[in-house]
């Protein structure tokens, strides 16, 4: 008999791995990566519950202040009784307004006035400036990933023991200047914070979360070949788990027929005819916004293991990916036009950590005359590829398998540094070739 | 490549002439820069051919190892590069004002001010092309290790003090090119660029005799084909009429001319080896010095073109007006020197190969810090440069239609008054978001309000740099039909979290480094061929 | 066909060679790395690579001669089979690879290839450019990268032939001076990326005949052909320039010319075109900014007014800075 994947039981086994070497290990460290939609908030809201319960003073870093407030407020639905710590910083509006409802979470700009509480939270770059305090016992570095080494090294010594967790298909940090003298070096400044931890405790324990729960069973295999080649996942659903159906039939045009490809495979690609455009290109924003129009047209209906029936797809269930904020602004601009409002529209960085039923991804690499590495890098088509939990329809010009072969890599190379897997040029055929698959022709 | 800029190029190529891409100079220049041109042999890293330095543009100091490969050649080589720039260097090392800087007091913790020594101006060096950096940095690098007789009586080939002492110089002048906005040590292609764009690409840009055509060409000559004849135009000999600005040499000239002339003198120093009596040696002394003779006119013939061509490149950079912040970025130079003087006299030990975990978090920090500053400073001081922001949406810039009071809602009534902007700029500001312009060289920062008029207006509240009363005082406010430029970007930057010291390296990045004096390079004979 | 021949011929004369400087140190370090058997190289392999095997106490080196490229290819293939089983160490030196491309064989010369004792093969790399305090120049570094990665594949074809078929190592060992000695270091470098890059490239890549169907009848390279009909020649062959290409191809300055006569704004860089669209030339660009030609509603279009508009505000009432510069320039 073939033994049956449980993805209940894959995840469950994991995560008690986790927190039993996070609470009872003898290392100063665990890593746990975590692949997209795979439970890791879920994760370190349990790991801080758990850490609180057993009486061990927590600090916990993120990277942005949004995703503290976002900690916060889960940690308190939880655990209204937990007494929690919001450290921030003295801009103007410093934190989430909703915090200041919660009558066991305590703000303050001084690491100081927040001391004895069982969990404190701030930002990386906030939790710099703390000096002079007792360390902290333990610590949850969250999106480790996308931390940069100089960051850990600067809040490193305010903890003992650390929990680090992360995507680490996601978009790499990056610095704004030239670190390339530092590159080959286990504590490289640029590097991910990650990379320089296991650089030099290459025995701390390495987990992984095995099972994505917003992933549907047609885009888990792809996002994980091509994006985490060497660490494979799968997803918490099976195919027939989730259903997209539209109550109002195709119209025929292309829109409604990429549409039902990607309701029907989970994938869509739109493919308009090849052209060089700038960034903005108007006929491929346009389309966008037209997709995104039929889509709540049409009546969208998405069941899942959410819920008994089949809930509406409604405009807070859309998402259009881009690569840059110019072609946000477009396609914002292409749908107010169309009466559109809800949808959120945004660049690959600001979509990171967000999930929706349905995305509509501007391809990075549409009508360009070159494929630069900004292009070219996997995080970023990893992120656009990834936040759906039924369908993502990608809008593209033909012609850019044409441009990758005209742009083969020709990267330099550091010596020292450790190959980062997958290469991008590699992944952006790969996900093409499968995307063809589903490719609907159109001409405007 | 911002559009601005990618217009200037084609411009450029229309018109047969570079173009500005910048209306005044971004980098500040000193009154006696030292110019050097290194030659550097084929194959070999570290094994410099020749030089031309100084501070004369006609006097240049003409250095030549005419072989290359022997070792003793090459440090007096090295010793004589010293005797020219270090005395430079010490001109500039006595001359100080005083002025203060806040450090942290070892017993209170506090940050307090201290009267300190900053020199008065700093030593400027500067090379043909960036690869001329560095070749710099190469140089710093083989030189501050030497070990001298004192240090190191054993020590085959021991070194003067005065080369190590240059290598730990250049090494500092190499890492502080990595700085954005720095002026130490300038590389004249890099800084030319910065100012015009050429008919032909960046890549191209680096050859300093086809830029400086585009720039400034002969009378009568389109920049085009005079680049052209830079680039590529060989004499009857199949040497490059131009040559390149080094420190790589062309091929050519290595095969048909340097090989030959280093082969005669090999020649000539074996046979002055061999020589039997005095009066043998005087004439095979004579065909020796004639031999070096002939390959310091080759090494001359090579670097002069290139000397000439930097202090041409000089003139043209000095006809422009220095930008407004180029003088602040100068002031840090002056910091950045003044330091490693103090470093040298403190007898600290010379930088050692790669940097420790906190040494290059903090250069990091430093230039990140640095290349926000640029881009703030170099905007502020020159229209062009903030046409291309305005073009990125990244800052706007219009009349004053509308000024009205409005009040903050703290208990104490301060002023918040909405400022309207009729602006033909697009810029895509968050809600809230801050903006800045300039008053009186001081940042102001305004809130976002909103659109009006489909984008053409743009809605602010001033929040700051009113002073303290309930009215904003005289002159704090634009009035209705100023001309105003705000940006999206801060014009100032703040300083980031302070690390902790080396000896407290936490774990995760491998603790605190070793003890570290590093040890000389190995020097084996085989290193000479 | 030797494309620095054919340049010179086309007139536009390419500015590669070598110093024989370089070209001498070279060999030099070659040879010292090889010396006494390879006992050095093996050295590096064993402590690079493969510190678990035994050391290497006088490898064999097998001679490689034959005659013409197929015999030398069969000859190392042969040699490549032998060492395999002998669980020692073997130093292929200069061994002779043929790679299947498009159909046709492409001789390949690797500086070496190691047999270890486990009968996993791997590409040694030999470069003359220093590593200084163990890093090196990250593009000849990955140059030497794409170069092994080829290598790796002509060797897994071969071992596809062994029965059982040898691990091909994907880690190569790059074996350069160090710091400013001539004495060897190396440094292993994993070359996957570049192998699958270069695999996919080999797949797609246009077969040579179909380049060659596509020329017109009679089309001939020979650099003694006159000028105007060596031109056509070389422009039925479709190319496109890059100022790139000047570092990598001994006919970049020809290509060049090429696109400065055709006006095409990519011979001013690759990235240029980026945020212009469709429009391609340099004359179509111009006209497009100031608003001679162009659709308005073309993005690219307006972007160009825009930056146009914004450009001469800003230079408004500026000169063009131009110096009245005495120094001669270069003649």
């Known amino acids: ?444 | 490549m911002s559009l601005i800029s990618t217009l200037a190029r084609l411009e450029a190529v229309e018109t047969g002439r570079a173009q500005p891409v910048a209306t005044v100079r971004h980098r500040h220049l000193t009154g006696r820069p030292l110019v050097c041109v290194p030659l550097t042999t084929a194959g070999e890293a570290g094994a410099p051919l020749g030089a031309l330095v100084g501070t004369d543009r006609d006097a240049p100091r003409l250095l030549v190892v005419p072989q290359p490969r022997d070792r003793d050649l090459r440090f007096a080589f090295l010793a004589e590069l010293a005797d020219v720039v270090l005395p430079y260097i010490d001109s500039y090392a006595a001359d100080v004002e005083a002025a203060e800087r806040s450090e942290t007091d070892p017993e209170t913790g506090k940050r307090v001010k201290v009267e300190v020594e900053l020199c008065a101006d700093a030593p400027q060096l500067i090379v043909p092309s960036r690869a001329g950096i560095d070749f710099v940095r190469l140089l710093g690098r083989s030189m501050r290790f030497r070990r001298t007789a004192e240090q190191d009586p054993e020590a085959p080939h021991p070194a003067p003090p005065r080369v190590p002492l240059l290598g730990r110089w250049l090494t500092h002048y190499g890492e502080r090119a990595r700085v954005p906005g720095s002026a130490l040590l300038l590389a004249l292609t890099d800084v030319l660029s910065r100012h015009w764009a050429t008919g032909q690409s960046s890549l191209e840009d680096q050859h300093l005799g086809a830029l400086l055509a585009w720039i400034d060409p002969p009378e009568g000559e389109s920049g085009a084909g005079a680049a052209l004849r830079a680039e590529l135009l060989r004499d009857g000999r199949g040497q490059l009429v131009c040559p390149p600005a080094g420190p790589a040499t062309d091929p050519a000239f290595d095969n048909k001319l340097l090989a030959p002339a280093i082969e005669r003198y090999d020649r000539a120093r074996t046979a002055l080896a061999a020589a039997e009596d005095g009066v043998e040696a005087d004439d095979r002394l004579g065909e020796l010095t004639a031999a070096e003779q002939h390959i310091r006119e080759l090494v001359a013939s090579r670097t002069r073109p290139t000397w000439d061509a930097v202090w041409q490149g000089l003139d043209l950079l000095r006809a422009l007006p220095e930008g407004g912040h180029a003088a602040d970025r100068w002031t840090r130079d002056r910091w950045s020197f003044t330091g490693h003087r103090d470093r040298v006299l403190a007898g600290e030990p010379p930088q050692p190969r790669r940097d420790d975990a906190v040494t290059a978090a903090n250069k990091l920090a430093t230039r990140e810090r640095e290349q926000a500053r640029l881009e703030a400073q170099e905007a502020l001081d020159d229209p062009l440069v903030m046409a291309g922001r305005r073009l990125a949406g990244e800052a706007f810039a219009g009349e004053v239609t509308d000024v009205v009071m409005a009040y903050g809602e703290g208990r104490r009534p301060v002023p918040r008054p909405l400022v309207t902007v009729r602006t033909d700029d697009r810029p895509q500001p968050a809600e809230r978001a801050r903006v800045y312009r300039s008053l009186g060289g001081r940042p102001q920062a305004a809130e976002f309000v909103g659109h009006e008029d489909d984008g053409a207006l743009v809605v602010l509240r001033i929040v700051d740099k009113m002073g303290r009363g309930k009215e904003p005082e005289p002159g704090s406010l634009p009035e209705k039909g100023d001309r105003v430029c705000f940006t999206l970007f801060e014009h100032e930057q703040r300083g980031g979290a302070k690390l902790p010291d080396p000896e407290e390296t936490p774990w995760t990045h491998g603790g605190p480094p070793g003890d570290g004096s590093p040890p000389p390079d190995a020097v084996t004979e085989e290193d000479v061929l | ?331």
């Open chain 3, 1 to 331: 066909m030797n494309k620095a021949t054919l340049a010179s011929a086309l007139g536009s004369p390419s500015a590669f060679g070598q110093s024989q400087f370089a070209f001498m140190r070279g060999n030099a370090f070659e040879a010292r790395v090889k010396a006494d058997g390879g006992a050095e190289l093996l050295r590096l392999v064993h402590e690079r690579l493969d510190p678990e095997a035994p050391p290497p106490k006088g490898g064999a080196v097998p001679d490689l001669g034959a005659s013409g490229p197929e015999g030398r290819t069969a000859r190392t293939a042969l040699a490549l089979r032998e060492a395999t089983g002998t669980g020692g160490w073997t130093l292929l030196d200069h061994p002779l690879l043929a790679l299947d491309v498009a159909g046709s064989p492409a001789f390949l010369e690797p500086d070496a290839v190691v047999v270890h004792p486990d009968g996993s093969w791997t590409v040694v790399e030999i470069k003359s450019f220093p590593m200084l305090d163990g890093s090196a120049d990250a593009a000849k570094v990955g140059a030497a990268a794409r170069q092994s990665a080829v290598y790796v594949l002509a060797l897994e074809q071969v071992a596809a032939h062994v029965d059982p078929a040898p691990r091909v190592r994907h880690t190569v060992l790059l074996v350069c001076p160090k710091d400013f000695s001539n004495l060897p270091t190396a440094s292993a470098v994993d070359v996957r990326k570049q192998r699958s890059v270069t695999r996919r490239q080999l797949e797609r890549l246009t077969r040579i005949e179909e380049i060659a169907d596509s020329l017109p009848e009679g089309t001939c390279f020979a650099p003694d052909l006159p000028p105007d009909r060596l031109t056509a020649a070389v422009e039925s062959v479709p190319a496109t320039y890059a100022p790139e290409c000047l570092s990598a191809c001994e006919l970049a300055f020809h290509c060049r010319d090429r696109a400065r006569a055709q006006d095409a704004v990519t011979s001013l860089g690759r990235s240029l075109r980026a945020e212009l669209g469709g429009l391609t030339t340099v004359g179509s660009v111009l006209a497009a900014a100031r608003g001679e030609s162009g659709d308005p509603d073309d993005p690219a279009v307006a972007a160009l007014r825009r930056a146009a508009a914004l450009r001469s505000e800003a230079l408004g009432g500026v000169a063009a800075p131009r110096a009245a510069a005495e120094a001669v320039p270069c003649p």
């Open chain 1, 1 to 444: 008999m073939t033994a049956v994947f449980d993805p209940g039981a894959e995840a469950a086994r994991a995560t008690d791995a986790i927190l039993r070497d996070t609470l009872r290990g003898t290392h100063r460290g665990v890593v746990v990566d975590s692949p997209p939609g795979a439970g890791k908030s879920t994760l370190v809201v349990r790991a801080a519950l758990e850490l609180a319960a057993a009486g061990r003073p927590l600090m916990v870093i993120a990277q942005t202040n949004a995703q503290v407030d976002d900690l916060v407020l889960r940690l308190a639905e939880k655990n209204p009784d937990l007494p929690v710590g919001r450290l921030h910083s003295s801009d103007a509006d410093p934190y989430d307004k909703a915090l200041d409802d919660l009558p066991n979470v305590r703000k303050s700009a001084k690491a100081g006035e927040l001391a004895g509480l069982d969990v404190v939270i701030s930002t990386a770059a906030k939790w710099a400036h703390v000096k002079g305090v007792e360390p902290w016992g333990h610590a949850i570095v969250d999106e480790a990933y996308q931390m940069r080494s100089d960051a850990l090294l600067a809040v490193a010594n305010l903890f003992e023991r650390a929990l680090f967790v992360g995507d680490p298909g996601q978009l790499d940090p990056f610095a704004i200047v030239g670190s390339e003298q530092w590159a080959g070096l286990s504590y490289d400044p640029s590097a991910s914070a990650v990379t320089t931890l296991l650089a030099h405790n290459p025995e701390l324990p390495q987990h992984r979360l095995p099972v994505s729960w917003r992933l549907p069973a047609s885009a888990a295999p792809l996002v994980s070949d091509a994006f985490y080649p060497f660490t494979p996942f799968r997803s918490g659903t099976g195919h027939g788990d989730r259903r997209l159906a539209f109550a109002v039939p195709s119209d025929g045009s292309g829109p409604d027929r990429v549409i039902d490809e990607a309701a029907e495979s989970g994938w869509g690609l739109l493919e308009l005819p090849a052209r060089h455009t700038p960034r903005t290109d108007p006929e491929v924003v346009r389309a966008l916004a037209l997709v995104v129009r039929r889509l709540l047209d049409r009546g969208g209906a998405a069941t899942s293991e959410r819920s008994d029936g089949p809930v509406p797809l409604t405009a807070d269930r859309i998402a259009v990916g881009t690569a840059h904020r110019d072609q946000a602004a477009a396609v914002r601009a292409a749908l107010a036009e169309l009466g559109v409002q809800e949808v959120t529209v945004d660049t690959a960085n600001r979509l990171q950590g967000r999930e929706f039923d349905v995305t509509v991804v501007l391809h990075p690499l549409s009508g360009r005359p070159d494929a630069t590495a900004f292009h070219l890098e996997t995080g970023r088509l990893c992120v656009l590829a990834s936040r759906h939990r039924h369908a993502c329809i990608v809008v593209c010009r033909s012609g850019v398998a044409d441009l990758l072969d005209d742009h083969p890599s020709t990267e330099p190379v550091q010596l020292g540094v450790m190959v980062k897997f997958p290469d991008g040029w590699e992944a952006n055929h790969a996900v093409l070739s499968h995307l063809s698959e589903h490719r609907v022709r159109w001409e405007p």
